[in-house]
């Protein structure tokens, strides 16, 4: 099967049922207790740097685990799963003196949730799956200043962080995902930079993938990190024509769900949400149980706001198994025809029409 042919799979599939991702990836690394003498592997054995805790480097060190994750997932029965590259960025992996290894990262990162997509694609071919690659936020901003003294403070430029994610976007391409997550954005200039990035690489004449976009809102104001409303948010990236636009992280479900349901209100295209298991108890840790996760979900469902579910932070493959039974056989939403009208947008929406 050509990448064009799973891309159209992939948007049949979308008309038929709702779609299940994966969920957390740090939880289930985590549980494996690994050191740092996992995460070194032979390639980094003399690193001048501890890189314990730097997940996405796996991809090069402990391939094994990494393939392992994405087949907990299909099993319990996501049909996309993401890249374990959400931090494999030159700008991000200098935290760990890893810069020069973030294309290697994307790409076989990119490799290894290819061949486990193919894997479980032969075992199913009537319900094909499909490789998502993640790309996340950076540890730095363009919206808001670094410095609280001086409003135009900045640590990167546009151009610096827009060619940290094309080394990204190019890596996860040519490694074979069949399309793009920008996930849990909470600066939407940063997002701006990912999606011209992909945008780019289309025009120079590589194929298109679908772009699917997922921001954060981070706390009970309804807003992003950087300030913007839900729909001033989608009036901003709505020129690239996503695949799919939603919310993930940050909020369990019951608190994310109005924001849903004004995407779904306002938003051409397909809705994707995939939130925590609940907020985090003191100790940092969820506690929401799978069936509690699936129940949120299926009301959602069952009201019609949604085209994709699946599961951010806390999430396990249990908790994606439950999810994927509670909306089995129920029809996804259907996409609204919007009037035409000038939509722009600053921190909030604006409308003309």
Avoid at 77 to 93: H, L, M, R, V
Avoid at 107 to 113: D, N, S
Wanted: hydrophobic share 40%; charged share 25%; proline share 4%.
């Amino acid at each position: 099967m050509t990448r064009q042919d799973r891309i159209a799979a992939l948007k049949q599939a979308a008309k038929e049922r709702i779609l299940v991702l994966d969920g957390s990836w740090g939880v289930m690394i985590q549980r494996r207790g690994l050191t740092e003498e996992d995460f070194r592997g032979e390639r980094f054995a003399g690193h001048n740097a501890h890189l314990r805790g730097n997940n996405d480097v796996l991809c090069l060190t402990r391939p094994d685990i990494i393939a392992d994750l994405h087949d907990a997932y299909f099993e319990a029965g996501a049909d996309i799963s993401e890249t374990n590259t959400f931090s494999a960025t030159t700008i991000a992996q200098r935290d760990y003196s890893l810069e020069s290894a973030a294309y290697d990262i994307n790409l076989e990162g990119a490799k290894l949730a290819r061949a486990a997509a193919d894997r479980w694609t032969a075992k199913t071919p009537d319900r094909p799956r499909f490789a998502a690659g993640s790309i996340g936020p950076l540890n730095v901003m363009l919206s808001m200043s670094s410095d609280v003294n001086d409003p135009g403070a900045r640590t990167v430029t546009f151009d610096q962080v827009y060619e940290a994610y094309r080394e990204q976007v190019r890596g996860l391409y040519e490694g074979g995902v069949d399309l793009f997550l920008i996930e849990t954005i909470t600066d939407t200039l940063n997002c701006k930079a990912a999606i011209k990035a992909i945008l780019d690489l289309r025009d120079e004449g590589h194929e298109e993938l679908p772009i699917w976009i997922s921001g954060t809102i981070t706390d009970r104001s309804g807003r992003t990190l950087s300030g913007q409303t839900v729909e001033a948010f989608w009036n901003s990236v709505r020129h690239c024509k996503p695949f799919a636009i939603g919310l993930n992280c940050a909020l369990g479900a019951d608190l994310m769900r109005p924001h849903i349901a004004e995407l779904s209100r306002i938003a051409d295209t397909l809705v994707a949400a995939y939130p925590n298991a609940g907020l985090p108890n003191a100790m940092g840790q969820y506690d929401e149980e799978p069936h509690e996760t699936a129940c949120s979900l299926h009301e959602w469902a069952e009201s019609g706001i949604v085209n994709i579910v699946g599961g951010c932070c806390g999430t396990t493959p249990d908790h994606i198994a439950h999810v994927a039974r509670s909306v089995a056989g129920m029809a996804p939403r259907a996409i609204p025809e919007r009037p035409t009208a000038m939509r722009l947008a600053g921190l909030e929406a604006f409308e003309l029409a």
